[in-house]
């Protein structure tokens, strides 16, 4: 959580991670990103990575990075 908004976490193996809806497709085009959708219906704005796509500390860094930056800019809940 950043400022009361949802940023980061882990489900199952992935990791989730909040981007910015106008980054949403590039997003997408990163390897092991797919959509987060756990209800029939991608959520925008979110994507799961794959295990590999964090599995180093310079991977992970980027993508924790990237959540913190874009989720910091939102009016605080």
């Keep these: 959580m950043v400022r009361g908004n949802m940023c ?33 219906r991608p959520l925008r704005g979110f994507v799961y990575i794959g295990p590999d796509g964090y599995r180093t500390d310079k991977a992970l860094s980027k993508w924790v990075k990237r959540a913190v930056g874009f989720t910091a800019s939102l009016p605080r809940k």
């Design 8 to 40: 980061c976490g882990v489900v199952k193996n992935d990791l989730v991670v909040r981007v910015n809806p106008e980054d949403y497709e590039k997003a997408l085009t990163e390897p092991h990103a797919r959509p987060m959708d756990f209800t029939g």
